[in-house]
C-alpha cells in the first residue's frame, strides 16, 4: 500500500459484538447504553405514541443514573486530533447525542421528562429513533478505531503486536496463519540474501477487515513510524494460500527497502527513470472509444451515465483488459474521476456531478504515465513502482519486468540474490496442477451431464423438443468464467451454477412419471436408470451474479406474531455467515418468456425451502430496500398467531444453522443482519 494515510471510513450502523471480540472500553459503553435504553423505552411508550400514557413509577429514577453514567463516558477525544477534523461530522453528532442525553438525566419531573421527549421528536422521527440512530454511529464510530493490545510476540527478527479493535477479536486459527505467513515471508527473504529486511520490524495485526484508519488495505507499512499492519479479518487473509499472502508481505516489505536499504542517491536515481520513463498514452484512441461508448445511450440521461468512468471502465474491462487497465491508470493518476457524484440512492449522476471524459478531454495534453508498468498499481508513484518490481522480481524471476525496468532495479539493489524460482516454484506449479486438473473433472462433469439431456432431449416427443432447463444449463455454461484465481468471484460463481445446475439435471433425471395421455418415450441415462416423460411448465431459474449480486432482485419473509420475530442464523456457506436474517433469496426468472416470478411468491418459497415449511398465516405489508447498482430486497411482513409460531419448529437446510424467537422490544442490533434492523426500524421497532 502507498505510504500515507488516508481519510478513514465510518459505516453507519456497524454491529458489534459482546465478549472477548471487544475491547473493554466498547464493552463497558455497550453496557451504558443498554442500560439507559430500557428505561427509555418505557418512557417512549407512554409519551411517544398518538395516545399519551402515565409514565411507568421508577422511569424518571432510571433515567437519571443510567443517563448521567452514558453522559460521562460520552465525553471522546481522539488521541490524532487530525482523525478529529477528518470525523467532524460524526464527532459533531456524538456531541448531539451527548446533550441530549444530559437533558433527560437532567429531567427533575416526569412532567419535565416528557417535556424534554417532544423537545427532540419531530414530525419525521421520534426521540427514541433518534437515540437509535445516535447510537449506530457511535458504535460505528468506536468500533472502527478504539484499539487495546491483546498479545504480543517475537518471531525471527520481527516483533508482533495483536491489536484487539472495537468489533473484533482473535482466534487460534488467525494467529497460526499470521505466524506462518511470517516466518515464510522472513524464510523467503533470507534465501535470498535480504534477511535484514525483517530485523526490528513491529507487525500490527488487526482482526478486522481493513487496517483501522485506511479500510481499503489488506497490509501496508508505515514509512514513518517504520511498522507493518496486517488485516487478519480481511477476504484476502482468509480465503488467500500461505504463499498468496507472502506475495503481498512481500511487496510491502519492498516499501521498507526503498527506504531502508537503497540510499538517498539510489533513490534520487529511481525517481528519475520514473520521471523519465512518463509517456502520453493513446488518449486520443481513448476519448474515441469512450465516445462511441457514449454515443450508444438511448436518451441524454443514459449518454451522461455513460460518460462516467464507472459505467466506462466496467464495459472496457469486460472487452479488453489491457485497454481497461491503461484507463484506470490515467484516471488514478490524475484524479479524473474525483468530480463524479452519483445519487446514493439510484446510482445516478447528479446535476453537479463532472464526468470523468469531460476532465480527460479537458487534460489530454497533460496525460502522461509510468510506459512499462508492472501492475496498475505500480504506476501511482515512484515507491509503488519499486514495491511492484521487488515483489515481482523476487517472485517469479527476472523475466517478469521490462528490460529498462529490470536492469534499473539491478542496479537500485545490486547486492540481492534473485532467484527465478519464485515462492517454492516446483509446490506452487503443483498446487495449480491440482485446481487445473479438478476444473477439467468439473468440466468433464458438465460434459458428461449435456450429453445426456441432449440425448434425453432428441428422444422426447414434440412438446418436449425444447427443453427450457437444458437450455438454461447451455446458456449457464456460456456464461461460467474459468479463473484459476480462488478470490476471483467469477470462480464462485461458476462453483455455485455449477451445484445449483448439477441439481437441476438431477431433478430432470428423476422426472416423475408421465400423464396417462402423454406418449410414453422410454430413456436411459448415464446411470442406467430409466425415466418417463411428461409435459413440464418452463421453470423458474436463478439469473447467476448480476454485478456485485445474486441476481438483480429478491425476496424474503419476516415471520412475527406482532410481539415476536422468526429469525434464521446463517450458515458459513452463504454471504454474512453468523449473522441472524430471514429465509429469502434471489427471485427467479423464466429464460424462455424472460418473465420474473413474482417477488411474493418467491420468498413464500423460499421460507418453505429453508425451514421446511411456515407456520399459519398470511402476508401483510412490505418493504422494498433498493441499492444505487438497481438491485432490489423486498421482505414481506408475514403475520401469524403466537400459539402457531409457539408450534412451529422450523427443519433448517444447509443455508442455516439455528434459529429463535427474538422479542421486538428487547431484540438488539448486535448479531442481527442489517437488512433486518432497517426493516425493523422501518416497522417502527
Excluded: C
Amino acid at each position: 500500500m502507498p505510504d500515507h494515510t488516508p481519510s478513514p471510513q465510518i459505516v453507519a450502523a456497524r454491529h458489534v459484538q459482546a465478549g472477548s471480540d471487544v475491547t473493554r472500553q466498547v464493552k463497558r459503553l455497550m453496557d451504558l447504553i443498554d442500560a439507559f435504553e430500557d428505561p427509555f423505552r418505557d418512557l417512549s411508550r407512554a409519551v411517544g405514541g398518538w395516545r399519551p400514557k402515565p409514565i411507568p413509577p421508577g422511569t424518571l429514577s432510571k433515567v437519571q443514573s443510567t443517563g448521567k453514567a452514558l453522559y460521562d463516558i460520552l465525553d471522546l477525544q481522539f488521541e490524532n486530533p487530525d482523525q478529529a477534523k477528518r470525523l467532524s461530522k460524526y464527532v459533531r453528532r456524538i456531541k448531539n447525542l451527548r446533550k441530549m442525553i444530559g437533558e433527560f438525566a437532567g429531567a427533575s419531573s416526569d412532567e419535565e421528562l416528557s417535556e424534554v421527549y417532544a423537545k427532540h421528536s419531530g414530525k419525521s422521527k421520534n426521540a427514541w429513533n433518534k437515540l437509535r440512530e445516535y447510537k449506530n454511529d457511535l458504535l460505528g464510530l468506536m468500533s472502527t478505531f478504539d484499539s487495546e493490545p491483546a498479545g504480543q510476540f517475537r518471531l525471527g527478527g520481527m516483533n508482533v503486536a495483536l491489536i484487539r479493535t472495537g468489533s473484533r477479536g482473535f482466534t487460534p486459527e488467525i494467529i497460526e496463519k499470521v505466524k506462518a505467513v511470517l516466518t515464510k515471508s522472513e524464510r523467503f527473504l533470507q534465501q535470498r540474501g535480504l534477511g535484514d529486511l525483517t530485523k526490528g520490524l513491529t507487525v500490527f495485526v488487526f482482526p478486522t477487515a481493513g487496517i483501522p484508519g485506511i479500510p481499503s488495505a489488506n497490509a501496508w507499512y508505515n514509512r514513518t513510524n517504520d511498522t507493518a499492519a496486517i488485516a487478519a479479518g480481511s477476504a484476502w487473509f482468509k480465503k488467500s494460500s500461505v504463499d498468496r499472502m507472502v506475495q503481498t508481505m512481500v511487496h510491502e516489505l519492498g516499501h521498507r527497502a526503498y527506504y531502508r536499504l537503497m540510499g538517498s542517491r539510489s533513490r534520487r536515481s529511481w525517481e528519475a527513470f520514473y520521471e523519465d520513463m512518463q509517456q502520453p498514452p493513446d488518449v486520443d484512441g481513448m476519448i474515441r472509444d469512450w465516445d462511441a461508448f457514449v454515443a450508444e445511450g438511448y436518451d441524454e440521461k443514459d449518454k451522461r451515465k455513460r460518460s462516467h468512468f464507472r459505467e466506462w471502465h466496467r464495459k472496457l474491462n469486460g472487452e479488453d483488459r489491457e485497454a481497461a487497465t491503461w484507463l484506470l491508470m490515467v484516471v488514478t493518476n490524475f484524479d479524473l474521476d474525483s468530480g463524479e457524484k452519483l445519487d446514493s440512492r439510484h446510482g445516478l449522476p447528479t446535476k453537479s456531478s463532472v464526468p470523468a471524459l469531460d476532465v480527460l478531454k479537458a487534460r489530454k495534453s497533460e496525460i502522461k504515465v509510468f510506459s512499462e508498468p508492472v501492475t496498475a498499481y505500480s504506476s501511482t508513484n515512484p515507491s509503488e513502482l519499486f514495491a511492484e518490481a521487488f515483489a515481482h522480481y523476487l517472485s517469479y524471476g527476472p523475466q517478469t519486468l521490462s528490460p529498462r525496468l529490470r536492469a534499473e532495479f539491478r542496479k537500485a539493489l545490486p547486492k540481492m540474490k534473485m532467484a527465478r524460482t519464485g515462492l517454492d516454484w516446483n509446490q506452487h506449479v503443483s498446487g495449480l496442477r491440482q485446481q487445473v486438473e479438478q476444473l477439467r473433472n468439473l468440466r468433464t462433469d458438465y460434459r458428461n451431464q449435456i450429453r445426456d439431456i441432449r440425448r434425453a432431449v432428441k428422444a422426447l416427443d414434440k412438446m418436449l423438443s425444447r427443453s427450457p432447463m437444458y437450455e438454461y444449463i447451455r446458456r449457464g455454461l456460456s456464461r461460467a468464467v474459468l479463473d484459476l484465481d480462488g478470490d476471483d468471484p467469477r470462480t464462485t460463481s461458476f462453483l455455485n451454477q455449477l451445484d445449483y445446475l448439477t441439481g437441476q439435471y438431477d431433478k430432470i433425471r428423476m422426472a416423475s412419471k408421465s400423464r396417462p395421455s402423454a406418449p410414453r418415450v422410454a430413456l436411459r441415462f448415464a446411470s442406467g436408470r430409466k425415466a418417463s416423460t411428461r409435459k413440464t411448465a418452463a421453470p423458474f431459474v436463478d439469473e447467476g451474479m448480476v454485478g456485485e449480486d445474486w441476481g438483480s432482485s429478491a425476496s424474503g419473509l419476516l415471520v412475527t406474531d406482532g410481539d415476536r420475530v422468526l429469525l434464521l442464523k446463517r450458515s458459513p456457506y452463504v454471504q454474512d455467515p453468523g449473522l441472524w436474517g430471514i429465509p429469502g433469496g434471489a427471485v427467479p426468472v423464466d429464460y424462455d418468456t424472460g418473465k420474473r416470478k413474482d417477488a411474493k411468491r418467491s420468498a413464500l418459497d423460499e421460507a418453505r425451502e429453508e425451514m421446511g415449511g411456515i407456520p399459519s398465516g398470511s402476508v401483510g405489508g412490505k418493504h422494498v430496500f433498493r441499492k444505487p447498482s438497481g438491485f432490489t430486497f423486498t421482505t414481506y411482513i408475514y403475520e401469524t398467531d403466537p400459539d402457531s409460531l409457539d408450534r412451529f419448529t422450523p427443519r433448517l437446510n444447509w443455508e442455516h444453522t439455528d434459529w429463535g424467537l427474538f422479542d421486538l422490544d428487547d431484540i438488539k442490533p448486535s448479531g442481527i443482519h442489517p437488512g433486518v434492523i432497517w426493516v425493523l426500524n422501518r416497522m417502527g421497532r
